[in-house]
């Protein structure tokens, strides 16, 4: 099931499918780290708080209107 | 000295780079802006052998692509004729994510040190690194150790001689061979046409290519000039998902450089703390935030006594030492005006830097340990709408204790831009002393009333912040540069308390020649300017200047008495009561007054209903609050912003809207008393 990266409840784990935007989100999201095959764990989605996810070591919070548009499959 | 080498620390956010940098060069910093550049630029210099390195501390980013001036300038100093060498720094314990630095600067030739940071954290974390291969496999020098540790450095001095006794360039070709050979192949080689075949200057020609696939708009123009508008316009266009596809090859090679190199040897502990699971708790975040904020608040005033003990005994035992100086046929007159001016502004510059230290120090270590990320986090929704970062809530709520301690907390604060964005904004908080000075003449003018008065003044506050961000924000934090949050929470470590404390009290040092100068400079002035020889306040240059310019003054509601008081608030907001003291009551001349030798005459209250009108008395506090803070956060904001001309164009702006406030409210209240 593949869904966009704000709909991963707290506790679930995903693998990143695609992720659009302009040019400066992209390159910014990759520079931190997380790409297309990335696998992630969402530690806490809630609401009017950033993202904040564990991925490749670390834990990184995303804006959540960006984050609308990282698909990922739920594993 | 025989060799002078360029050297540059290049590394992502947290990956001790800034520690690095002052362990190495210590004392020895000139902290600027880049020419015309609102990015901070950080030099310093260390001896090794018989080579001098002058170090350049590069803007911390996550990668070199064109998201900001940062990056642009960074890479434009990688590639600089003149760079020896650059260490690229990478945090052992995530170096996966770390290395996607040298991954983009992979095409750069410029010989490059790798160094791996933080290799106890790694350890810990049952990650064992084969350094020796790792640097087989990059062709390039690799050294492990513990930033803020110096014995840890041996190999690093080491490495740092081979690297320019010999120096290498980074093998990129597996790297480039991933770009040749994956799915969008047939874009690279495209944009393989499209460059130079030699590249330009350092930058390869297939560096170039990738960033032109990145849809990079600073590389674009510069293909554009060579290779045509059109033809560069169209490939641009098309490579819509260019990024995504540089990135994929880009953490390919590193998976592929670190097969072997890196071995988890056991699994990571549980991934959130409790205290993180409450430290960004949807409801518990912000109160701990807050009291965290408070208490690192208090512990800095523990810091801060020593210095405001030591400035608090200048005046009498520097005074009367410099009072025997009569003795030696010295005049009186001299004499004070050295204890006014020499021994008042020592005393200040080193109660200031009592703050600047405390705050340096205390928020320092929250900031090594890696909890303001996690402010950063709880505030980033609230602090958005002011175009600021989570984190510039800490200077903001410092503010209401002092505004130099605000102005200095800025530190933490990333982004250059961000942090004289935030200082603007500090200014805003009514201060300590506001609340000493502003409640007692509330009440005497307006009793009951007096709470009112307060209500007013916190609700200007917001208004006052919510403006000030929009006309500072567009130059100092574009709203087109404005980016949603991306930020890693890193893992907590233990904090350096020695290493801190050492760099801390470094920097205290180096503000307080600069800080004292000024103080100094500003004290003689208003020295000669409320000089008056008969000792009243009329024979003072200030009150010739005062009397002539009320016509004027009344326009903003201030007659010439509570404009000397409220030109006196711009030194400090203690003046206030005791120059109208002076004024009404004769209790001393306006200098000793405004810096705090006279105290306010125990009449005032009766004295200043009598003579000053209700609207005028309104519209005087709130010129004073929202006025330049004091001349200390004057100081310190030159300090954090090393930037006169911000500094000056924030105190005159301070005193326009404090004008066009006290104008407003005057004629306001006229319509009710």
């Known amino acids: ?75 | 000295m025989a060799d002078e080498i360029k050297v540059a620390l290049l590394g992502q956010p947290n990956s001790g780079k800034s520690t690095l940098f002052n362990t190495l060069t210590g004392a020895h910093q000139h902290v600027g802006n880049w020419p015309g550049k609102t990015v901070e630029k950080k030099d310093g210099y260390f001896v090794h052998g018989s080579r001098k390195y002058l170090v350049s501390d590069l803007p911390g980013s996550y990668g070199l692509s064109a998201n900001s001036d940062e990056e642009v300038i960074t890479r434009d100093a990688i590639a600089g004729e003149d760079a020896d060498l650059v260490c690229v720094l990478a945090d052992a314990s995530q170096l996966e994510r770390n290395l996607f630095m040298l991954a983009d600067i992979a095409g750069i030739r410029t010989p490059l040190l790798l160094v791996l940071t933080m290799i106890d954290v790694a350890e810990d974390q049952g990650k064992k690194i084969d350094v020796e291969l790792l640097a087989k496999r990059l062709n390039i020098p690799v050294t492990a150790i513990v930033a803020p540790d110096k014995k840890t450095y041996g190999d690093f001095f080491e490495k740092l001689d081979q690297a320019l006794n010999h120096p290498t360039l980074l093998d990129t070709t597996a790297l480039f061979r991933l770009f040749s050979e994956g799915e969008s192949k047939a874009l690279y080689a495209e944009a393989l046409e499209l460059v130079p075949k030699t590249g330009i200057d350092r930058f390869s020609k297939e560096w170039l290519a990738i960033k032109l696939l990145e849809q990079d708009e600073v590389v674009s123009a510069k293909i554009a000039v060579k290779a045509g508008i059109e033809p560069v316009r169209k490939f641009v266009s098309a490579a819509k998902d260019g990024a995504l596809y540089a990135g994929d090859c880009k953490f390919a090679w590193i998976e592929t450089v670190l097969d072997g190199v890196a071995v988890k040897t056991k699994e990571p502990s549980k991934l959130l703390t409790r205290f993180d699971r409450a430290a960004i708790h949807r409801f518990w975040g912000k109160p701990i935030a807050i009291g965290i904020i408070i208490l690192g608040l208090i512990m800095s005033m523990i810091a801060a006594a020593p210095f405001m003990g030591v400035a608090a005994l200048i005046p009498s035992s520097l005074g009367s030492l410099i009072g025997r100086l009569t003795d030696f046929g010295v005049s009186q007159d001299l004499i004070s005006f050295i204890n006014s001016t020499v021994v008042l502004a020592l005393s200040w510059t080193i109660s200031m830097l009592g703050f600047v230290f405390g705050i340096n120090l205390v928020f320092g270590l929250i900031e090594e340990i890696g909890y303001m990320a996690r402010v950063s986090y709880v505030f980033d929704h609230t602090m958005s709408k002011l175009g600021l970062q989570g984190k510039s809530v800490m200077p903001m709520l410092i503010s209401v204790g002092c505004t130099i301690g605000g102005a200095a907390g800025t530190r933490v604060v990333d982004s250059w831009g961000q942090r004289i964005l935030t200082i603007a904004l500090v200014w805003a908080v009514p201060c300590g002393a506001t609340f000493a000075v502003i409640p007692t003449l509330a009440t005497a003018f307006f009793g009951w009333g007096g709470i009112l008065v307060m209500i007013l003044l916190f609700l200007i506050m917001f208004l006052h912040i919510f403006i000030t961000a929009k006309i500072f924000g567009r130059t100092l934090s574009p709203v087109a540069e404005r980016t949603g949050l991306i930020m890693e929470l890193p893992p907590y470590h233990k904090p350096r308390w020695g290493a801190m404390f050492m760099m801390t009290l470094n920097r205290v040092w180096e503000i307080f020649k600069k800080a004292f100068v000024i103080v100094f400079i500003v004290s003689v002035l208003f020295y000669f300017m409320s000089y008056s020889s008969s000792g009243d306040v009329e024979g003072s240059f200030l009150y010739r200047v005062g009397r002539t310019i009320e016509p004027v003054t009344k326009i903003f509601g201030l007659g010439w008495q509570t404009f000397l008081a409220f030109v006196a608030s711009m030194v400090s907001k203690e003046a206030v009561l005791g120059v109208l003291s002076a004024i009404f009551a004769g209790s001393g001349n306006i200098f000793s007054s405004t810096v705090g030798i006279a105290k306010a005459d125990a009449n005032l209250a009766s004295l200043v209903t009598s003579e000053i009108s209700k609207p005028e008395a309104l519209a005087f506090m709130v010129a004073v609050t929202f006025n330049v803070p004091c001349l200390m956060a004057l100081s310190s904001t030159y300090q954090e912003s090393h930037s006169l001309s911000w500094t000056l164009k924030i105190a005159l702006y301070y005193i326009a809207t404090a004008l066009i406030l006290s104008m407003i409210t005057f004629h306001a209240a006229r319509l009710f008393f």
């Open chain 1, 1 to 75: 099931m593949v869904v966009p990266l704000t709909e991963l409840d707290t506790g679930e784990k995903g693998r990143i499918k695609d992720i659009s935007g302009e040019r400066r989100y992209l390159s910014r999201i990759t520079s931190i780290g997380l790409n297309v095959g990335c696998e992630i764990e969402m530690l806490q989605n809630v609401k009017s708080r950033p993202l904040l996810v564990f991925g490749r070591d670390t834990m990184i919070a995303l804006n959540r209107s960006e984050s609308k548009h990282i698909l990922v499959e739920v594993l």
